[in-house]
Structures are given as C-alpha cells and as structure tokens.
C-alpha cells in the first residue's frame, strides 16, 4: 500500500512567523524543519512567491532569508500553475486569500497552514 504524503500550502504569515520567532524551536519553525527533511510536500503558486517577498520586505526580513526561502520552495516544493480564472470568490473576508484556494484545490493539498481564522472549517476538496 502506497503511503501518500502530506501536502499542505501555507499561508505567507506562516514563513514570516518562522523566521521572525525569536524560539527556534516555535511550531511555525518546526514546521519548515520537518519540510526540509521531506516529511510533507508544500505547494505554492508564483502568485503565493510574490506575496512571501512582500510580507519579508514589509515586516523587514533580511532579503538573504527571503531569497533563501524561495530558492528552497522553488527546489523542495511543488508549484502549482494557477490561471486566473481558477481563482473563485471564496474566503470572503479576505478576498487575497482566494489564490490560497485555488493553489490548495489545483494542487490536492490535506492541509491550509494559517492562522487566519475567516478560513472557517474550509477543506480543499
């Protein structure tokens, strides 16, 4: 029987909670920790890159961190090709996070990692 990985997208204040905790050891760190040794598959859209970068720049994170970030998305994740019209309406309080979504729904994803409660009780299907 094939075990199938877990496969979670993250929201971007997930990176930037990692690497602004002051505890190496804080779950958002932890969590980046186990992707790197390959016990999940993160996924990520261009579209979710863009807006890492901005988050690491407005709550300035060094821009060494932030392009170590993504060269590590880009070799260990799984980006997921998202068109524009695959982005449906469907966190209403927060309609930046429809790309979340899609990204989660096009590439098959178990988990959303967030700390954004308008996510409800929503699972990609």
């Given amino acids: 029987m094939e075990i199938r990985k877990l496969r ?11 690497y602004l905790s002051k505890n190496p050891e804080s779950p958002t ?14 996924l990520y859209s261009e579209e979710l890159l863009q807006e890492i970068i901005r988050k690491f720049d407005e709550k300035g994170i060094d821009v060494r961190y932030t392009i170590a970030l993504i060269a590590d998305l880009k070799l260990l994740g799984k980006c997921v090709e998202i068109a524009p019209q695959e982005i449906k309406r ?11 979504v899609a990204c989660a729904t096009k590439g098959k994803a178990t988990h959303i990692v967030t ?8 699972l990609p299907k």
């Fill in 115 to 122: 700390y954004d409660s308008h996510f409800g009780n929503y």
């Fill in 29 to 42: 760190a932890e969590l980046l920790r186990r992707w790197r040794k390959d016990e999940f598959v993160i």
């Fill in 90 to 100: 469907t966190i209403i309080n927060d309609p930046d996070d429809d790309i979340i």
């Fill in 8 to 18: 979670a997208v993250f929201v971007s204040n997930i990176y930037v909670a990692a």
